[in-house]
């Protein structure tokens, strides 16, 4: 059974940072993409970032270019992913998922297995 637990959200002034954790078991994820999506409320879950596992290609949002940034830790099954320059706008939930397939897709629609989500508010 796959497992994606997600950790690191909090509160955050605008211009801080945060750095999210996703810890992943269950599966050997080689031929995985993976992706971490965020939905603010009353809006639809939005793409963020997302890589093939076995692949050194990232994909990120136009809104979180050059801010945000995806890492990986292969010996933990970890993802993170680094949040710079934060705004308001960047407050959400936030959640990892995999699809067994190694192609990158911005739709949450084409991915099987989610995380149960980290708040992340950007406030003063």
């Known amino acids: 059974q796959v497992q994606l637990v997600e950790s690191g959200g909090g509160l955050v002034q605008p211009g801080g940072s945060l750095r999210l954790s996703c810890a992943a078991s269950?599966?050997?994820?080689?031929?995985?993409?993976m992706a971490w999506f965020r939905q603010a409320p009353g809006t639809e879950r939005e793409f963020v970032a997302g890589?093939?596992?076995?692949?050194?290609?990232?994909y990120y949002a136009d809104s979180v270019k050059g801010r945000f940034t995806i890492s990986r830790d292969n010996a933990k099954n970890t993802v993170y992913l680094q949040m710079n320059s934060l705004k308001p706008e960047d407050s959400a939930v936030y959640y990892c998922?995999?699809?067994?397939?190694?192609?990158?897709?911005?739709?949450?629609?084409?991915?099987?297995?989610w995380g149960q989500g980290t708040q992340v508010t950007v406030s003063s």
């Open positions: 890589f093939r596992w076995s692949g050194d290609m990232i």
């Open positions: 998922a995999v699809r067994p397939v190694g192609v990158v897709r911005s739709s949450p629609n084409l991915y099987d297995y």
């Open positions: 269950g599966r050997t994820f080689s031929s995985y993409a």
